[in-house]
């Protein structure tokens, strides 16, 4: 009983990410034509590939803050998927 206990423990450090604000950004038609059309190609949404460029960013940027464990083992799964 008490080895569930501490894996459970475990498992919440790397819980997925709490996805319930949004973010509205303001692009050229054009460019968000061209990005869906790229997301698609890979299998991707448009949320999933903006999701992860934000992570990459905070992590590339965030120099000299502490980052939570569950930000690092997102960005530790790559989204890298594509069409067979």
């Not at 206990?5 to 450090?13: C, N, W």
């Not at 997301?39 to 903006?50: I, R, Y």
């Amino acid at each position: 009983m008490i080895i569930i206990l501490l894996r459970v423990a475990v498992d919440r450090k790397f819980a997925m990410e709490n996805k319930t604000s949004q973010l509205t950004v303001l692009i050229d038609p054009r460019k968000k034509r061209m990005f869906l059309e790229l997301c698609a190609a890979q299998d991707l949404n448009a949320s999933q590939v903006v999701r992860q460029l934000i992570r990459e960013y905070i992590i590339e940027h965030s120099t000299g803050r502490e980052l939570p464990e569950w930000l690092l083992h997102a960005a530790d799964k790559k989204i890298t998927r594509t069409r067979s």
